[in-house]
C-alpha cells in the first residue's frame, strides 16, 4: 500500500490547524529555513501556514517528515 496519501493528509491536517507553525517556530526556525529543507520558496511555506494553500506533492512529504522530527525532538526534550 502506498502511504503517500496518508502523510499528505497528515500533513494537511497539522497545516490546516496550525499545529505545523507551532512545530516550527517552537524548533526557533524561519520560513526561509524551512523552505530550503522542503525545497520551496519561504511564501510557499506561509501560505501553507496560513491555510492559503494545501501542502501537495514531494515537498509536502519532506515539510510533514521534517515537522514529525521536529515535534519527536520536541517531545524528547521536554
Given at each position: 500500500?502506498?502511504?503517500?496519501?496518508?502523510r499528505l493528509a497528515?500533513?494537511?491536517?497539522l497545516?490546516?490547524?496550525?499545529?505545523?507553525?507551532?512545530?516550527?517556530?517552537?524548533a526557533?526556525?524561519?520560513?526561509?529555513?524551512v523552505?530550503?529543507?522542503?525545497?520551496?520558496d519561504?511564501?510557499?511555506v506561509?501560505?501553507w501556514e496560513?491555510g492559503k494553500r494545501?501542502?501537495?506533492g514531494?515537498?509536502a512529504?519532506?515539510?510533514?517528515?521534517?515537522l514529525?522530527?521536529?515535534?519527536?525532538a520536541d517531545?524528547?526534550?521536554?
Amino acid at each position: 500500500m502506498n502511504s503517500e496519501p496518508l502523510r499528505l493528509a497528515a500533513v494537511r491536517a497539522l497545516a490546516a490547524d496550525g499545529s505545523a507553525r507551532r512545530i516550527r517556530q517552537a524548533a526557533r526556525l524561519s520560513l526561509a529555513e524551512v523552505g530550503n529543507a522542503c525545497g520551496v520558496d519561504q511564501s510557499t511555506v506561509y501560505r501553507w501556514e496560513t491555510g492559503k494553500r494545501a501542502p501537495r506533492g514531494t515537498p509536502a512529504i519532506r515539510y510533514g517528515a521534517l515537522l514529525n522530527a521536529l515535534s519527536r525532538a520536541d517531545d524528547g526534550a521536554s
